[in-house]
T-cell receptor, first 114, second 112 residues
Framework: AQSVTQPDIHITVSEGASLELRCNYSYGATPYLFWYVQSPGQGLQLLLKYFSGDTLVQGIKGFEAEFKRSQSSFNLRKPSVHWSDAAEYFCAVGARNYGQNFVFGPGTRLSVLP | SQTIHQWPATLVQPVGSPLSLECTVEGTSNPNLYWYRQAAGRGLQLLFYSVGIGQISSEVPQNLSASRPQDRQFILSSKKLLLSDSGFYLC???????????FGPGTRLTVT
């Protein structure tokens, strides 16, 4: 079964600083990979996804992520963080085979200092 | 475009009372549907999923049940709520298994 780890429970960055959120996965083949963001009391919003092809994917709100097969990682990055980026971020793995479920990581809470 | 609705947005129910949460999707056909629960400060726990009308798979044994009476309608129910049922319930849909899931706004359930 696939699994997802997000090593950082909570990260604090200053507004305007760069950001990298880590995600590592375990899966027997190339998975579908996703990043979601959740503001307090709201549902999850899809930031970006990776299915195949170019390993650097661009998403909404200025985010990008890079798939590194050798490291089983899919880290999320943003060059300059805005105060409105403060939220919870979830990495997820979607299995290509029916019967293996979509798995979310535990989440990383991002705080932004003014 | 597709949209997903959940209601109610918030709910406060006493222990032992019944529960019915509803989720509907617009703008797509035959979606895969999912119910998740998110406890305070915790990640997402998949409760049920459905790949078609009347087809429900349960991930976690509990006192909750799900039904899919129509193609784009997914209902989460309980006959008797427990304190441990409190949480944030999220409905989601996807066009194909394993593909990205799109989430509704959620229902905040407090069992007192």
């Amino acid at each position: 079964a696939q699994s997802v780890t997000q090593p950082d429970i909570h990260i604090t960055v200053s507004e305007g600083a760069s950001l990298e959120l880590r995600c590592n996965y375990s899966y027997g083949a190339t998975p579908y990979l996703f990043w979601y963001v959740q503001s307090p009391g709201q549902g999850l919003q899809l930031l970006l996804k990776y299915f195949s092809g170019d390993t650097l994917v661009q998403g909404i709100k200025g985010f990008e992520a890079e798939f590194k097969r050798s490291q089983s990682s899919f880290n999320l990055r943003k060059p300059s963080v805005h105060w409105s980026d403060a939220a919870e971020y979830f990495c997820a793995v979607g299995a290509r085979n029916y019967g293996q479920n979509f798995v979310f990581g535990p989440g990383t809470r991002l705080s932004v200092l003014p | 475009s597709q949209t997903i609705h959940q209601w109610p947005a918030t709910l406060v129910q006493p222990v032992g009372s019944p529960l019915s949460l509803e989720c509907t999707v617009e703008g797509t056909s035959n979606p895969n549907l999912y119910w998740y629960r998110q406890a305070a400060g915790r990640g997402l726990q998949l409760l049920f999923y459905s790949v078609g009308i009347g087809q429900i798979s349960s991930e976690v044994p509990q006192n909750l049940s799900a039904s899919r009476p129509q193609d784009r309608q997914f209902i989460l129910s309980s006959k008797k709520l427990l304190l441990s049922d409190s949480g944030f319930y999220l409905c989601a849909w996807s066009v194909q298994w394993g593909y990205e899931q799109y989430f509704g706004p959620g229902t905040r359930l407090t069992v007192t």
